[in-house]
């Protein structure tokens, strides 16, 4: 204490104090408890004629406890909380699908993949069909693909579960949702099952969803292969070849089938209750407690209906600039048609409602985000003042790999980032960049397939150079025959 007091006299006279000296006295202080000169008072006593410190001392927090619970007040005042969640990627990364399906999640089921979480958490009969069920529900919920990971190989560490093909199937099932087919390959290519149908025919649905053909073409001959002679394959199979036109392959199936003289048994549920296993077809009354059990899954359904939360109000914003698919709203793979609100500017669209329907409003998806000057102060004041679930799908870079838009700007306000990847279109590795074919300049241009193709970081290198090159002799043929 009393070489604190003597330091503080020694600066309060010393004639000239050099920049460490306070610091020396701070480390000194740091070390009595009894010390009671602060650091702020240290710095604005004018008589110590201190130089301007170049390091900035911690502040005192402004969180007292009042402020604290003010802040909580505040915050329950507000019903709903704002989220923002990011989708980028290069074109044809299927960004458009992804926005879709999670604005499509919302609007149809509000329920949120943590209450399966708890069920399972808390259940008595944790076992591989309970299990099998939360990872499955991860995939329908389909951002959460770390978590379901996470889950699988807590299976066994945890649990004691062995996994088996079906669990495999069910990840497959997780990943390819999240549109990561790439991934999900390498997952059943590695996969002790991967001479499993089960594992192929989970592959082979994600494939059709996001339509990858090449990755279907050869998920569906190894599906096939597994096992022959299941009639259910071929109908299968000829589904997956339809959804891509690919009707010759459809035919041939068809055919294969007639010869072998194979035919679809109607599909089946079944259950083991007490080693007894029991057989459901659709609608059937062959089980001799069909009654009872059909009033029971009528009494599960309505209060599964009467737990549902309501359908939440979903809106889309695109860029006005991209005339390429119809204007005023989108339509999903499935066919389901979502309302669209083509703009030039984002800050024109709350005005497009009565301050009403704006509060009701939950999810706001916006696409083709880079084309968007004000994104930020939109998706700011949306999600932190309006309280709404913000979901943006753009590209993050340009066709020369610069930042596009301001779509990056908003990183820092979001809940998630989700990079996606297209297949390179010269090797099928997977695509990371936007290669323009064409030899224009403008950031701007807005084409399809005819314009850009999506490559993987080689093919990109070798692209660009070979475009400088096509577009060099171009410039000295014009110059000739000028
Ligand atoms: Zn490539």
């Known amino acids: 204490m009393l070489a604190i007091s003597r330091m503080k006299a020694f600066i309060s006279s010393a004639p000239h104090v050099s920049k460490t000296t306070p610091f020396a006295l701070l480390s000194l202080a740091s070390s009595s408890k009894s010390f009671s000169f602060s650091p702020p008072t240290l710095f604005q006593k004018p008589n110590l004629l201190l130089p301007k410190p170049n390091i900035f001392l911690p502040k005192r927090s402004i969180f007292s406890p009042q402020n604290v619970r003010c802040l909580q007040m505040e915050a329950e005042s507000h019903q709903r909380s704002g989220e923002i969640h990011v989708i980028v990627g290069p074109m044809f990364a299927g960004k458009t699908t992804t926005l879709l399906r999670k604005v499509q999640s919302e609007r149809g089921d509000?329920?949120?993949?943590?209450?399966?979480?708890?069920?399972?958490?808390?259940?008595q009969n944790r076992n591989a069909i309970t299990w099998t069920a939360l990872i499955s529900g991860y995939g329908q919920n389909g951002r959460v693909v770390e978590i379901a990971r996470e889950y699988f190989s807590s299976v066994t560490r945890d649990y004691g579960i062995q996994p088996r093909a079906q669990h495999?199937?069910?990840?497959?099932?997780?990943?390819?949702?999240?549109?990561?087919?790439?991934?999900?390959?390498?997952?059943?290519?590695?996969?002790?099952?991967?001479?499993?149908?089960?594992?192929w025919g989970a592959f082979l649905w994600a494939c059709r969803i996001h339509g990858d053909r090449d990755l279907l073409k050869l998920a569906a001959k190894k599906y096939f292969k597994l096992e022959p002679e299941n009639a259910g394959k071929y109908v299968v199979l000829s589904n997956a070849y339809a959804?891509?036109?690919?009707?010759?392959?459809?035919?041939?199936?068809?055919?294969?089938?007639?010869?072998?003289?194979?035919?679809?048994?109607?599909?089946?549920?079944?259950?083991?209750?007490?080693?007894?296993?029991?057989?459901?077809?659709?609608?059937?009354?062959?089980?001799?407690?069909?009654?009872?059990?059909?009033?029971?899954?009528?009494?599960?359904?309505?209060?599964?209906?009467?737990?549902?939360?309501?359908?939440?109000?979903?809106?889309?914003?695109?860029?006005?600039?991209?005339?390429?698919?119809?204007?005023?709203?989108?339509v999903t793979h499935d066919g389901v048609k979502l309302p669209c609100w083509p703009l030039k500017d984002?800050?024109?669209?709350?005005?497009?409602?009565?301050?009403?329907?704006?509060?009701?409003?939950?999810?706001?998806?916006?696409?083709?985000?880079?084309?968007?000057?004000?994104?930020?102060?939109?998706?700011?004041?949306?999600?932190?003042?309006?309280?709404?679930?913000?979901?943006?799908?753009?590209?993050?870079?340009?066709?020369?790999?610069?930042?596009?838009?301001?779509?990056?700007?908003?990183?820092?306000?979001?809940?998630?980032?989700?990079?996606?990847?297209?297949?390179?279109?010269?090797?099928?590795k997977r695509a990371f960049f936007t290669l323009r074919?064409?030899?224009?300049?403008?950031?701007?241009?807005?084409?399809?397939?005819?314009?850009?193709?999506?490559?993987?970081?080689?093919?990109?290198?070798?692209?660009?150079?070979?475009?400088?090159?096509?577009?060099?002799?171009?410039?000295?043929?014009?110059?000739?025959?000028?």
């Open 168 to 199: 495999y199937a069910a990840l497959v099932d997780v990943l390819g949702s999240a549109g990561r087919l790439e991934e999900a390959y390498e997952f059943v290519s590695n996969s002790p099952y991967k001479e499993h149908s089960v594992i």
């Open 437 to 482: 074919k064409t030899e224009e300049l403008q950031t701007e241009l807005i084409g399809g397939a005819d314009v850009y193709m999506p490559v993987c970081r080689q093919h990109y290198v070798g692209g660009q150079v070979a475009v400088e090159a096509a577009r060099v002799v171009l410039e000295s043929q014009v110059q000739c025959a000028s």
């Open 346 to 428: 984002l800050s024109s669209f709350k005005q497009k409602f009565t301050p009403e329907a704006y509060d009701k409003l939950d999810v706001i998806g916006i696409d083709e985000a880079q084309f968007f000057e004000d994104l930020y102060d939109f998706c700011s004041e949306a999600a932190d003042h309006d309280g709404k679930k913000v979901i943006v799908a753009g590209l993050d870079g340009d066709y020369l790999r610069r930042s596009f838009g301001s779509v990056l700007d908003i990183i820092p306000l979001a809940d998630s980032v989700t990079k996606l990847t297209a297949r390179c279109e010269l090797c099928g």
């Open 243 to 330: 959804t891509f036109g690919l009707w010759d392959n459809v035919a041939k199936i068809r055919d294969m089938m007639k010869e072998s003289g194979l035919v679809k048994e109607p599909a089946y549920s079944k259950i083991e209750v007490q080693k007894e296993v029991h057989f459901f077809l659709k609608a059937d009354t062959y089980h001799k407690q069909s009654e009872e059990i059909y009033e029971m899954v009528k009494l599960v359904d309505f209060s599964l209906k009467d737990s549902a939360c309501a359908p939440r109000n979903v809106a889309i914003i695109k860029s006005i600039k991209d005339t390429r698919y119809g204007l005023d709203s989108i």
């Open 110 to 123: 509000g329920s949120d993949i943590s209450d399966g979480h708890r069920v399972f958490d808390t259940s």
